[in-house]
């Protein structure tokens, strides 16, 4: 088709769910959207509390006690994602576009750069002042000298999957037991701590995804949790 | 003939990406598009799928080397014994790489000398040698086709002058292999292919050539709405019963409480508060239909969550009133009225249209007697409101005495999921409804009347 037509991206809030489900659930859109049997997705959701190590990461990264992660009931998953160890858990929000980049976006800095657009367009709109920055070890959203959101990123044959995590209304407590994207100094901060507004996950989602569409030139269809993992084949 | 792999350029201004990972290991077969090496870059991931089938010849830099784009970064090749001709090529194409040469002309002369030598060694080989060469296929292939007892001249060969790769053999083993192995564990994705008629199904053209028709693509939610139809049909047994139910009581109630509602609570009144009241009620008392199959488990649902379709210029849209259970006739009728409104300006949030658990349509809104819903996944029911209308019905009085009177009346039909529910359990759960709106005195409109 030459003149291409307006392309839809599927999003919705899946809710709470494990890390492990998530990635088999981005491997399985990711293929019908590779295959052209569905249009882009963007997933928002949160996770039960998991540190997650990126293919970078060493065990040394998690500072916590086994005995602490356990009675805790904290995770930890490794990843094929970019990056170190962070962290995950609830009044996070997570976003996964598993979009294709073909034709007219083949460009990984282009990318991520796209993704820290909307994510201070949306703290933006939340009252929040933040700076993108774009050096290979500090990659993400910051507010002053403390981290908002993270960007861990994946592509194969140019459709993405895994994305960005904006905290919310995350206990930071939970980030002290780590060394965040392998920085041992990094603070990190969410929207409640700076502003005092504890807002729900699905409303952030909401605002970030009229920023996603914005910015990546795509038409909002939202469509129901159960009908976003069922994972339908949709010729597009 | 072999390939070369080069680092691809994943970005306008990326000059280089620092291979993380092989995925495939020198002396393996990869076929072609199958993800060969991983690459980073800016910290993002990125999986590269091999260019060509074949055996990875050679990796030219280690996991952990960070390459400049287009550097040549793997071979990919024939296994074993390689034909002069490859030889000849592979000499070329270092020589190609080779830094001193620095002209593009010189580069593409010896590309095309590539070709040259490449073509003329394809017409020298005789039948009889194509034959051979075929045979010849690499050790694995041909313990393979020894496994599995093929004649490989039998099979056709894309490699090197018709040789059987390790792909050729898995494709005609394929193409023997009835396909319909395991009936009940279809897909999804194999019901709609089935439904959209794949090459060789039996399939009836939409339209013939010259046909005075006008084509226009589906939009996404007619495609996600199509998708879900046919996926419903093939995953739940439908049955649908219907109940004719008399309205005549909130008719009454509504009819006088209207106006005065609306004055109060700046929204209309219509007959769905009361359905949904009382299908609420009915759902307390039968969770069989609040629930959902997960294998061969039964989920009950411990809210109760409606949905309710509502019909819009682009498509249908479910929205969903939550805690239906905990509303009264005013919750109900402002926050349908306010999901409905919103339904039509595309306003709605994500959870307001998820995590239903049972669904009411209503075909009557456009007169429809009574329709026969399919059910809205993973639920495993969903009722059919019919047009509501004074019809003539016989009543009997406790003497037995006929009288023909003029009630409001209504069918309702039931689409439930036969997996879980049987028809007793649908006709409890209708029977609940029917009592509810003959009998229930709607006594917090009482301020209204």
Redesign the interface.
């Known amino acids: 088709m030459s003149d291409r ?1 307006e392309r ?1 991206l ?4 899946l809710g709470r769910i494990s890390y492990p489900a998530s990635e088999r659930l981005q491997v399985s859109i990711r293929d019908a959207v590779r295959a052209g ?1 569905k ?1 882009d997705v963007l997933l ?1 959701l949160e996770h039960p509390h998991v540190y997650t190590l990126g ?2 990461a060493s065990n040394a990264d998690v500072l916590a006690d086994p005995e602490w992660l356990e009675t805790r009931g904290v995770e930890v998953a490794e990843c ?4 170190q160890v962070t962290y995950h858990g609830p009044g996070q929000l997570v976003g996964y576009p598993i979009i294709d980049l073909n034709p007219d976006r ?7 750069h796209d993704l820290q657009t909307v994510l201070v367009a949306t703290l933006a709109e939340l009252g929040v002042d933040s700076q993108p920055r774009r050096s ?1 070890e500090e ?1 993400g959203v910051w507010v002053e000298n403390r981290k908002v959101a993270s ?7 140019w459709v993405t999957s895994h994305g960005f995590a904006l905290n919310v209304d995350t206990d930071l407590e939970y980030f002290a037991a780590i060394v965040p994207c392998g920085l041992s100094d990094v603070k990190m901060t969410s929207i409640a701590e700076i502003t005092g507004n504890h807002h729900s996950l ?2 952030v ?2 605002i970030c995804c009229h920023h996603f569409v914005d910015v990546f030139d795509r ?1 909002p ?7 976003l993992s ?7 | 003939m072999s390939t070369e792999v080069i680092m691809p350029q994943m970005g306008e201004s990326i000059a280089e990406g620092t291979i993380t990972k092989w995925l495939i290991a020198v002396g393996e077969t990869v076929e072609r598009d199958q993800p060969l090496f991983e690459i980073s870059t800016d910290k993002v991931d990125a999986e590269i799928p091999s260019p060509a089938s074949g055996v990875l010849l050679e990796v030219k830099y280690p996991e952990g080397a960070t390459v400049q784009i287009e550097a040549v970064v793997a071979v990919i090749g024939e296994a074993g014994e390689v034909p002069a001709a490859s030889e000849a090529s592979a000499d070329l194409a270092e020589e190609v790489r080779d830094p001193k040469m620095t002209s593009a002309a010189e580069a593409v002369a010896a590309a095309e000398t590539i070709d040259e030598v490449a073509d003329q060694t394809d017409t020298v080989v005789e039948p009889e040698l194509v034959d051979r060469v075929r045979k010849m296929s690499s050790p694995l292939v041909r313990r393979m086709a020894e496994e599995k007892e093929i004649d490989l001249s039998r099979v056709p060969g894309t490699g090197i002058h018709g040789r059987v790769t390790k792909n050729d053999l898995l494709r005609y083993l394929e193409s023997r292999v009835d396909t319909s192995t395991a009936p009940g564990v279809r897909t999804a994705e194999v019901m709609v292919k089935a439904a959209t008629a794949q090459p060789g199904q039996f399939m009836v053209p939409a339209f013939a050539e010259g046909d005075n028709v006008e084509i226009e693509p589906m939009s996404n939610i007619r495609k996600l709405t199509a998708a879900h139809m046919v996926y419903s049909k093939q995953t739940s047994a439908h049955v649908t019963t219907v109940f004719h139910m008399d309205l005549s009581r909130v008719a009454k109630v509504r009819d006088r409480a209207k106006d005065g509602f609306l004055r109060t609570h700046g929204t209309k009144l219509s007959f769905m508060p009361f359905i949904f009241k009382a299908v609420a009620n009915a759902l307390i008392a039968s969770p069989k239909l609040n629930a959902s199959i997960d294998g061969t488990s039964v989920v009950f649902k411990k809210d109760i969550n409606l949905g309710m379709a509502v019909a819009l210029d682009w498509g249908l849209l479910v929205p969903v009133i939550r805690h239906a259970d905990g509303l009264n006739l005013v919750g109900l009728a402002k926050t349908a009225n306010d999901l409905a409104d919103r339904a039509r300006r595309k306003k709605l949030v994500p959870e307001e249209i998820q995590g239903g658990t049972f669904t009411i349509t209503n075909p009557g809104v456009f007169g429809s007697l009574f329709g026969t819903p399919i059910i809205n996944q993973p639920q495993v029911a969903i009722l059919g409101i019919g047009t509501i209308e004074k019809r003539p019905v016989v009543e009997s009085d406790a003497d037995g005495n006929d009288t023909i009177a003029i009630k409001y009346m209504s069918y309702f039909a039931i689409t439930f999921d036969h997996r879980l529910v049987d028809g007793a359990d649908a006709d409890h759960f209708m029977i609940h409804i029917k009592q509810t709106l003959l009998e229930e005195s709607w006594s917090e409109l009482d301020p209204f009347l």
């Open positions: 037509p839809k599927e999003w919705g809030f049997r249009s928002f293919r970078n094929n994602r970019g990056g083949r460009d990984i800095r282009r990318y991520v290979s990659l960007i861990g990123v994946h592509i194969s044959r699905s409303e989602a909401t038409v269809v939202l469509v129901p949790r159960e009908h069922m994972n339908w084949p949709i010729a597009s």
